[in-house]
């Protein structure tokens, strides 16, 4: 599967909600890093779902090379 255009080259902390659903941008072209603002429209990718399941702090991917989507693996280390 292809992979987004490289929007920051390290993981962007957001604090996320139980029970609240974030929609992660995958194209790398949106404006609200790390999350969907619709610009993917002018792609063949779309948004992933990510559904909190408790309240904490997460480190969403923003170099969009993870391998652990919407989430951050590390990979931007190695770009």
């Known amino acids: 599967m292809a992979k987004g255009a490289i929007a920051a080259r390290e993981p962007m ?6 029970g609240k659903t974030y929609w992660w941008c995958a194209c ?6 790390p999350f969907c603002d619709g610009s993917h429209t ?10 909190a399941e408790k309240s904490k702090d997460c480190y969403f991917c ?5 391998g652990q989507e ?5 990979t931007h280390n190695r770009l």
Do not use: F, H
């Open 42 to 51: 002018k792609t063949d990718m779309v948004p992933v779902e990510y559904q």
């Open 13 to 18: 902390m957001v604090p996320v909600v139980a």
């Open 62 to 66: 923003v170099c969009k090379q993870t």
């Open 28 to 33: 790398g072209l949106s404006k609200k890093q």
């Open 70 to 74: 919407p989430l951050c693996d590390g």
